[in-house]
T-cell receptor, first 114, second 113 residues
Framework: DQQVKQNSPSLSVQEGRISILNCDYT??????FLWYKKYPAEGPTFLIS?????DKNEDGRFTVFLNKSAKHLSLHIVPSQPGDSAVYFC?????????????FGTGTRLTVIP | DSGVTQTPKHLITATGQRVTLRCSPR?????VYWYQQSLDQGLQFLIQ???????AKGNILERFSAQQFPDLHSELNLSSLELGDSALYFC????????????FGPGTRLTVL
């Protein structure tokens, strides 16, 4: 059972525009959420995270929004750059239960068109 | 470079065989996690070790086992391999405390023929 879902396998955006990647989860025990970026032949690289006590976290061009009631989070990239082209994974964990392991979505492939 | 190393990078073997994947965590990290990524799937958590002891277990098959050694490197052993075990296997590490993001190695691509 996939507890973290990324329903859009791919997304194409023009350079300079906003990229919005979405993620839904089903487990209400999840209280910490992360986004990872993955290039081919490399491991996932941590991008940004958010705790369930917040609804927004910003780091430069990257902002993550969390809507707990909808069990939904999104990653906004503004402005998008060609170097942002990669597969983006949403991940969640349940730190309140003492578990650090991450549950991953299936990823969204972002292509930023120059 | 995340500081996490994995060897080998690629592994091709036959059904029924046994292989060992190796992971060296970032310097100072006590926790090691193993994940499996099959084709077009997300990463699936297999097992976590913290300072030599098993901390958490995910959907790890009984044919798979892992251990973490005193120098904190970890090995994932896969036996009686089946075609469906072909996947990318990632190791990640962190300090073991909450809110620490996990740092991933480059992965080992296993192909079972």
């Amino acid at each position: 059972d996939q507890q973290v879902k990324q329903n859009s396998p791919s997304l194409s955006v023009q350079e300079g525009r906003i990229s919005i990647l979405n993620c839904d989860y089903t487990n209400s025990m999840f209280d910490y959420f992360l986004w990872y970026k993955k290039y081919p032949a490399e491991g996932p690289t941590f991008l940004i995270s958010i705790s369930s006590i917040k609804d927004k976290n910003e780091d430069g061009r990257f902002t993550v929004f969390l809507n707990k009631s909808a069990k939904h989070l999104s990653l906004h990239i503004v402005p998008s750059q060609p170097g942002d082209s990669a597969v983006y994974f949403c991940a969640a964990s349940s730190l309140s239960t003492g578990a650090n392991n991450l549950f991953f979505g299936t990823g969204t492939r972002l292509t930023v068109i120059p | 470079d995340s500081g996490v190393t994995q060897t080998p990078k690629h592994l091709i073997t036959a059904t029924g065989q046994r292989v060992t994947l190796r992971c060296s965590p970032r310097s100072g990290d006590l926790s090691v996690y193993w994940y499996q990524q099959s084709l077009d799937q997300g990463l699936q958590f297999l097992i976590q070790y913290y300072n030599g002891e098993e901390r958490a277990k995910g959907n790890i098959l009984e044919r798979f086992s892992a251990q973490q050694f005193p120098d904190l490197h970890s090995e994932l052993n896969l036996s009686s391999l089946e075609l469906g075990d072909s996947a990318l296997y990632f190791c990640a590490s962190n300090g073991g405390t909450p809110y620490n993001e996990q740092f991933f190695g480059p992965g080992t691509r296993l192909t079972v023929l």
